[in-house]
């Protein structure tokens, strides 16, 4: 399964590594240099995690970074995943 969350849709991204050598002019040196580039991958803290939805009173198991989770605390588990499209509205006969 790929790393990927749920809620935002962050995923593993490239960049580079660059590696420089030498010391700034600013502090008498001759200027950095670059002396290496590697390709690297940012990969994102992607966490599986059961969640309570108290407005549809069950759990739902969803692969979330750590950003989603702290939005989930703050705007509320259903909200966050109505949004997403993971669940569907409650309906007013589902209420009852």
């Given at each position: 399964?790929?790393?990927?969350?749920?809620?935002?849709?962050?995923?593993?991204?490239v960049g580079n590594s660059v590696a420089r050598k030498g010391k700034a002019k600013r502090?008498?040196?001759?200027?950095?240099?670059?002396?290496g580039i590697t390709r690297r991958k940012f990969k994102v803290n992607v966490q599986?995690?059961?969640?309570?939805?108290?407005?549809?009173k069950r759990?739902?198991?969803v692969?979330?970074?750590?950003?989603?989770l702290k939005t989930m605390d703050r705007n509320g588990a259903y909200r966050v995943l109505l949004d997403?499209?993971?669940?569907?509205p409650e309906t007013?006969?589902?209420k009852k």
């Amino acid at each position: 399964m790929s790393r990927v969350c749920q809620i935002t849709g962050k995923r593993t991204r490239v960049g580079n590594s660059v590696a420089r050598k030498g010391k700034a002019k600013r502090e008498g040196g001759v200027g950095i240099k670059t002396t290496g580039i590697t390709r690297r991958k940012f990969k994102v803290n992607v966490q599986k995690k059961k969640i309570w939805v108290p407005e549809l009173k069950r759990f739902f198991t969803v692969r979330l970074s750590t950003r989603a989770l702290k939005t989930m605390d703050r705007n509320g588990a259903y909200r966050v995943l109505l949004d997403a499209g993971l669940v569907k509205p409650e309906t007013a006969a589902a209420k009852k």
